[in-house]
Each structure stands twice: as structure tokens, then as C-alpha cells.
């Protein structure tokens, strides 16, 4: 049985590396345009909204001169697969 990891962005890291290189929770809060007490939740393990993570990644990436595929990770769940791709994907074509 297949198993697959799912991960999610560690936002805890992506600051940290931020403020590793030079950016204070500040700067990167005027960047995004949040409140700089947002991100202490993200540090803590809340998630930006969508257009807000994008933002970040973008800024990280520019920061750090690394894609997105560099980006850290943590993984999130492991999920055994019970069923084919085939079959899981046949209630959509309804």
C-alpha cells in the first residue's frame, strides 16, 4: 500500500532565516503589510492567508537568492493510499 508524506511550509524557519539576515519581524511586517504581532502567530505555528504566504515565500526567496523548491519544510501528515488514482479521481467526471 502506497504511502505519501504531505508537508507544509515551516513558517517558523522561513522567519527565522529572514531574521538571520537582518530583517526584524518589523521590516518584514511593513513589507507584507501585516501587524508585526501576526507573525509572532506564524512563528508560533498559525498560517498566512494565501496571498500573504506568497508574499513572504516571495520575499524569503529573493532575500536568501533560493527558489521555491529550497523553500523549509515540516512534514505534516503521512497517509497511506487505499484506493488507485483512477478510481479516486472517477466521482469527478460525474
Request: glycine share 6%.
Amino acid at each position: 500500500m502506497p504511502i505519501i508524506n504531505i508537508s507544509k511550509i515551516d513558517w517558523f524557519r522561513i522567519l527565522s532565516d529572514m531574521s538571520r539576515s537582518g530583517y526584524s519581524l518589523q521590516d518584514i511586517a511593513e513589507e507584507l503589510d501585516v501587524v508585526a504581532s501576526t507573525l509572532i502567530g506564524w512563528k508560533k505555528g498559525a498560517s498566512p492567508r494565501h496571498h500573504t504566504g506568497e508574499a513572504l515565500i516571495e520575499l524569503w526567496c529573493r532575500v536568501n537568492s533560493k527558489g521555491r523548491d529550497e523553500l523549509p519544510k515540516e512534514k505534516f501528515v503521512q497517509k497511506f493510499i487505499f484506493h488507485s488514482a483512477s478510481r479516486a479521481c472517477r466521482h469527478s467526471e460525474k
